[in-house]
């Protein structure tokens, strides 16, 4: 199979050696951005390195709870967050580089994957999904979209798990369509595409909803029509194995999870507090004022699962008491995934260059999503299965009931990119077609030389 369907024109080139120094020089000049999840990440990426363990800091000192259930648990405790991938990136620079210049130096590897990867992949998914658009120069389109949008650069600078999902993700969804369009015979390539998707899933566990549907789709319709083409055994031989190796993966999060805390957590026990947030319908749960006796009522020191449950409880009797507030804050989550970009400037910073800027970001943003689903529903073809499963598993049903932010959203950003360019593309073509053979003849047109010979004369 080939990677790139056509060769990087010199254009292109050039454009992905300006977003290399761009990027890195952002997020050398302006530093890394540290956020509340930072802290959790780089505590388990630093004892992974030492010690071998991924370890992060107890919801007890996170949130500074009651001296007695400090007291009762321990001032680490193993990571069982949905983003393990992302300390175990930052860990293996911890190992070979010093703690002062390890966070910054793979930050700025990330910078350069984001800057080279991207832009490629996303050019690639276009060639491969619009086909007739591809005779003009709308890929490179693509690719200037990716590398120099002020939300994508906006981003590179946070210590976010974000930042290594959007390449793993890009990645998945380009592999997953040449998978479904070349579904080659050799079994090796097949391995592949399950260890990616294996690697996407502990980069971000919510992904595995999509990534399972995916599974019953490709194989699926492989199964189904390998009897026709006398390939039932290889396709099945395919199935089974790719299967196999997904189900190490997805399991693997929840033997750990048993074995540190002799629970049964299934990937992750951190969905009771994006339920908590999205019942408050704020960014702020404030765990640490107002709400700190909810979470020391529903903490058990030494058990996630418990505690997710018991705050899960906690909240399901709140939305119970109230379903029309959240059935409000279901809306409102909904609108938000189609109409706030990441990246808009503060509205603290007034001023006609941030409120254009703010404008450029959030316009492009709604745009770009109504184009993508323009997209979906005029150019449907069975490959595109990946982003449609992502898109409503995702964005339309986890994101809908649980918490949102518009970050979240930059990890589905290339895609989305791609694939509203393709519908921009069908409909500037078109609109150029319906212009009347008229008005294209009196259009101005240089003389020949003919004709200028005669003028001269």
Known sequence: MR?????LSRIEVGLLLVAVILRLYLVYHRGVLWTADATSYDSAALTFAQEGTLLAPSLAESFDLSPALKAASPRLVPLNDFAIGFSVYIAFF??????????????????FFAATILPIASRELFLRLFKK???????????????????????????LSENLTVVVLTLWVLGSVILMQSMPLRLRWHMLWALFTGFLFLTRVEYGIAMALTYLWVYGRALLSSKKENL??????????????????????????????????PATAGGSFALWHAYLQSGDANFRGEYKP????????????????????????????????????????????????????????????????????RGSHVAAAFLFIFSLFKFWQPAMFPIVAVYVTKFLIIHTIYHFEPRMFYTFFPVVTAMAIGGLAYLTERRRRSVPNSANKQEWSPPSRLAQGKDRA
């Open 294 to 361: 909810i979470l020391e009522n529903a903490y058990v020191p030494g058990k996630p699962g418990a505690t997710d449950a018991n705050l899960t409880a906690i909240t399901m009797k709140g939305i119970k008491a109230e379903p029309l507030h959240f059935l409000q804050g279901m809306a409102r989550r909904i609108y938000r995934v189609h109409f706030h970009a990441f990246g808009e400037p503060p509205l603290q910073g007034q001023g006609p260059l941030v409120w254009f800027k703010k404008l450029m970001i």
């Open 232 to 265: 039932y055994h290889a396709r099945l031989r395919q199935a089974v194995g790719t299967g196999a190796v997904l189900f190490c993966f997805f399991v693997t999060p929840s033997v750990r999870n048993y074995y540190h805390f002799q629970e049964f957590i």
């Open 94 to 111: 911890y190992k070979f580089f010093s703690e002062d210049h390890a966070v910054m130096i793979a930050m700025l590897s990330l910078a």
């Open 133 to 159: 658009q591809n005779q003009s120069y709308w890929h490179v389109a693509v690719m200037g979209s990716i590398a120099f949008w002020p939300g994508s650069l906006e981003m590179s600078n946070y210590y």
């Open 3 to 7: 990677f790139l369907s056509r060769p």
